[in-house]
């Protein structure tokens, strides 16, 4: 079963002991600024897609659109549909006001932990985790990649470097950047703490290339998408990372703003590949690794964060 959730519980049991999701924290960086939440309004029947950066983001919004319209490619219209709410590099005002012109089902894609936006019952949460080094390796590609200067200062040059830095602690502001694998734990920790709910939904970036025809069948299921066999195996296909690269790359032959902001826009996606860090990382730096995901994650837990398959309870 890939859609790895928790018990059977029922929303109302929730709601019983006051233990539902609220919008407690701020978090407000260079990267990120989830003030916006505040003042935007969720709707009946909206998907929020949160996962720490490089986890399958616009995998995962390009199904959830393709599922809602109930055709493949949407990933060609990503740009117009489904971008970062609340970021803090750019005009949230004016992102908040293209989510409310929108008048189809929408999807609304942050990074930011379950506990910095707000909980609606009527809105569907959804999260994907990946190996954290696989993770953090493609973020060092994809930081070397802006023609802006955002965050490369978190990133040495040197592979065993910038590890040092992922490792390391992360300011309370910065929890939602995902930079840190402590920002990747407690990200992940604020979905757990909730997975029970019948709204929120825990998914690993591993099964997702497992099975992506299952993947999606089962993203159609939660969604209450009813598409036939044929519709879901062609939006499969779409989702390919051979297809989604091709479409960046021809998307970015068009768009000025792709390219002012990447030095290649169809590198935006890396590579599907795991186990980036092989060859580059020492034994050293691996135990280093191990120790501090011990530190904090039990054994069940950071395995699963590393490897996906059935959440443990």
Same mark, same amino acid.
């Given at each position: 079963?890939?859609?790895?959730?928790?018990?059977?519980?029922?929303?109302?049991?929730?709601?019983?002991?006051?233990?539902?999701?609220?919008?407690?924290?701020?978090?407000?960086?260079?990267?990120?600024?989830?003030?916006?939440?505040? *003042?935007?309004?969720?709707?009946?029947?909206?998907?929020?897609?949160?996962?720490?950066?490089?986890?399958?983001?616009?995998?995962?919004?390009?199904?959830?659109?393709?599922?809602?319209?109930?055709?493949?490619?949407?990933?060609?219209?990503?740009?117009?549909?489904?971008?970062?709410?609340?970021?803090?590099? *750019?005009?949230?005002?004016?992102?908040?006001?293209?989510?409310?012109?929108?008048?189809?089902?929408?999807?609304?894609?942050?990074?930011?932990?379950?506990?910095?936006?707000?909980?609606?019952?009527?809105?569907?949460?959804?999260?994907?985790?990946?190996?954290?080094?696989?993770?953090?390796?493609?973020?060092?590609?994809?930081?070397?990649?802006?023609?802006?200067?955002?965050?490369?200062?978190?990133?040495?040059?040197?592979?065993?470097?910038?590890?040092?830095?992922?490792?390391?602690?992360?300011?309370?502001?910065?929890?939602?950047?995902?930079?840190?694998?402590?920002?990747?734990?407690?990200?992940?920790?604020?979905?757990?703490?909730?997975?029970?709910?019948?709204?929120?939904?825990?998914?690993?970036?591993?099964?997702?290339?497992?099975?992506?025809?299952?993947?999606?069948?089962?993203?159609?299921?939660?969604?209450?998408?009813?598409?036939?066999?044929?519709?879901?195996?062609?939006?499969?296909?779409?989702?390919?990372?051979?297809?989604?690269?091709?479409?960046?790359?021809?998307?970015?032959?068009?768009?000025?703003?792709?390219?002012?902001?990447?030095?290649?826009?169809?590198?935006?996606?890396?590579?599907?590949?795991? *186990?980036?860090?092989?060859?580059?990382?020492?034994?050293?730096?691996?135990?280093?690794?191990?120790?501090?995901?011990?530190?904090?994650?039990? *054994?069940?837990?950071?395995?699963?964060?590393?490897?996906?398959?059935?959440?443990?309870?």
């Amino acid at each position: 079963m890939l859609m790895s959730r928790l018990g059977v519980r029922e929303q109302g049991n929730f709601m019983d002991t006051g233990k539902l999701p609220s919008k407690s924290a701020t978090y407000v960086s260079r990267m990120t600024d989830n003030r916006i939440w505040d *003042r935007f309004e969720l709707r009946s029947g909206d998907v929020i897609v949160s996962t720490p950066p490089k986890c399958g983001t616009t995998w995962t919004q390009a199904l959830v659109l393709s599922l809602i319209f109930g055709k493949p490619g949407m990933d060609i219209l990503m740009d117009d549909l489904s971008i970062w709410l609340d970021p803090g590099f *750019r005009d949230q005002s004016a992102i908040a006001e293209m989510f409310q012109a929108q008048s189809h089902r929408r999807c609304i894609k942050t990074h930011t932990p379950l506990d910095g936006v707000p909980y609606d019952p009527d809105c569907t949460y959804i999260t994907v985790y990946r190996h954290p080094i696989d993770a953090h390796f493609s973020m060092r590609r994809h930081v070397s990649n802006l023609n802006v200067d955002l965050m490369q200062d978190r990133f040495p040059e040197a592979p065993s470097d910038s590890l040092a830095f992922f490792l390391g602690t992360s300011p309370d502001a910065e929890m939602a950047d995902g930079i840190t694998l402590e920002a990747i734990v407690h990200h992940y920790r604020s979905f757990k703490s909730f997975v029970g709910l019948p709204n929120v939904h825990i998914f690993h970036y591993a099964d997702m290339q497992q099975d992506l025809l299952g993947h999606t069948r089962n993203m159609a299921a939660l969604l209450g998408c009813d598409l036939d066999e044929a519709i879901l195996e062609e939006i499969a296909a779409s989702l390919q990372f051979e297809r989604m690269q091709a479409n960046a790359r021809s998307k970015s032959e068009q768009s000025a703003q792709s390219s002012a902001t990447f030095k290649d826009p169809a590198a935006f996606f890396d590579s599907a590949s795991s *186990r980036k860090w092989e060859g580059k990382l020492t034994d050293g730096d691996l135990t280093g690794y191990r120790s501090r995901l011990g530190e904090l994650l039990p *054994r069940e837990d950071a395995l699963w964060l590393e490897n996906g398959g059935m959440l443990p309870t």
